[in-house]
Structures are given as structure tokens and as C-alpha cells.
């Protein structure tokens, strides 16, 4: 066993030439044929690669890897009309590990790559030819299938509607799931939710589902207040969230938190 890059390879001649272990996660490399069996999300939550895009305010994109708190990224009002919003928290913020995520390909040529609980406004029936997101549903992304419409965006172009042509799964690096104070976030010039499965999911059937990310945003009000009156301090808990717990927030306790606001409000006065 050879530890290398934070994966364990382990020589296995019978099956394969070599095969990776991190955490869940299997990379077996068999002659010329690369097979993945890659983790998820990590313990909670659902994010995107490090490799997608988000659109940033002043002109110019950025990766998820260089997207940090308060930058302001593109977004898409109820009405379908594009803005730009705060990112004010990271769910997920891990550069390692490659991972499993759904690439949801748009007849528009346009593509949005995250996990597959990660919600996405779509549209289906007569909804489906109205530009509004106000007229969508929020699903899992897991639920998403050819002939649904999502939402493609551009700064200077109100959403427009684009039907889904194929769903595939993909593997690739990191982990990121950027916060915006309204809940919604333009990657790759597709339309998602910010917001992905949590503690609530295990507990409500599937057709309310969709109910799920008003009801996220609403738990998260106490946390864009402290964004509002102390950037600073809730960046320092935020940091010290992801520097000290591999899953981000979705490792943290209640009282974990409270500890970390404590000492970062503390230094902020």
C-alpha cells in the first residue's frame, strides 16, 4: 500500500493493475479501461466540482477553487431576470478527492455538473415554455430527466428556458458549495439552487422534496444576519469550519458552532 496525493494505491494483479481507496471512494485502473467508483458529497450536503464556473460581478469568471465570501456571483430573480448576489458561506469547501456528481447537457449547448442531491429549478408541462423560475419546481438532481427544462443565464440575458438532452454521471475533483444570500447561483451558465440535501431530507417523503430549499433558506436566516452586521467574524468561523472539519458545515455540532462564533465574534470587537 503507497499513500500518494492523500490516496491509498494498492497493487491487485489479479483484477487490476492498481487500484485507489479514499474514504468510499474506488479508482480502479484495469489495463487501458479507467473504471470510477467514486464518492459522493462527503457526510452531508451536495456541492459542485472545483473545476465549474460561476460568472463574478465587474466582468470575468472564476472557478469554484477561487470563489471565496463575498465575492458576488450572477443569479436569477423569481421573475427571470439575472443579478448579482453575495456569496456569503461555503457548505462545502474541499479541494481534495475526486468524486461523483451528474452533468445535466441543455440543449443550448450549455452543461451544469453537481451531486445528486444538489436542487435545481426545472420545469415541466405547460411550465416549461415560461422564461420565469417563478413557474418551476425545485428538484434533487437525481430527479432530473431528458425532456425537463432548467434555466440557462447570462449577465446581460434574462433566463431562458433550455431542455435537458441527457444526464450522465462524471467523476471529478473537490467539492464546493457556495451560499448566496438568495438562494440561487448561475454555474456554468445554468441555473441551480444553492442550496443541496440536508438534515431534513431523510425525514420527508420525496414529493416534498421540492419544499426543501425554501425551508433550508429559512434555516440559514440567522447566518446572513451575522453576514450582514460581521462579514469579517463569520468568515473567520467559516474558515476555521473548513480547516478543521473534512465535511465543512455538515460535520459541525450545534455547540461546535456556537464555541467558533464566540471566539470569532470575540475577535472581530
Request: charged share 15%.
Amino acid at each position: 500500500m503507497v499513500k500518494k496525493d492523500n490516496i491509498c494505491w494498492r497493487e491487485d494483479i489479479k483484477n487490476c493493475s492498481y487500484s485507489a481507496f479514499e474514504g468510499s471512494s474506488l479508482y480502479a485502473v484495469c489495463g487501458c479501461m479507467l473504471t470510477w467508483h467514486a464518492s459522493s458529497c462527503g457526510g452531508g450536503g451536495s456541492c459542485f466540482p472545483a473545476e465549474a464556473t460561476v460568472q463574478v460581478e465587474g466582468g470575468g469568471r472564476k472557478r469554484m477553487s477561487e470563489l471565496a465570501a463575498g465575492d458576488r456571483v450572477l443569479t436569477v430573480r423569481t421573475d427571470g431576470s439575472t443579478a448579482f448576489d453575495d456569496v456569503y458561506l461555503f457548505g462545502h469547501k474541499r479541494a481534495e478527492g475526486v468524486h461523483e456528481f451528474l452533468q445535466l447537457q441543455t440543449s443550448a449547448n450549455a452543461s451544469v455538473t453537481l451531486t445528486r442531491g444538489h436542487f435545481v429549478p426545472v420545469a415541466r408541462g405547460a411550465c416549461s415554455a415560461a422564461p420565469a423560475v417563478s413557474c418551476s419546481v425545485t428538484l434533487p438532481a437525481s430527479d432530473v430527466r431528458p425532456g425537463d427544462v432548467i434555466f440557462t443565464a447570462a449577465d446581460d440575458t434574462a433566463a431562458a428556458p433550455a431542455t435537458v438532452v441527457s444526464v450522465k454521471t462524471v467523476v471529478r475533483p473537490g467539492l464546493y458549495n457556495p451560499f448566496t444570500l438568495g438562494g440561487r447561483i448561475v454555474v456554468d451558465g445554468v441555473l441551480a439552487s444553492a442550496h443541496s440535501d440536508w438534515f431534513l431530507d431523510p425525514l420527508v417523503p420525496a414529493a416534498a422534496r421540492r419544499f426543501l430549499p425554501a425551508v433550508y433558506q429559512a434555516v440559514l436566516a440567522p447566518v446572513r444576519l451575522l453576514y450582514r452586521l460581521v462579514p469579517r467574524a463569520l468568515a473567520q468561523v467559516d474558515a476555521a469550519v473548513h480547516a478543521g472539519f473534512k465535511d465543512g458545515w455538515y460535520d459541525v455540532s450545534v455547540g461546535q458552532v456556537a464555541n467558533l462564533a464566540v471566539t470569532a465574534l470575540a475577535s472581530a470587537a
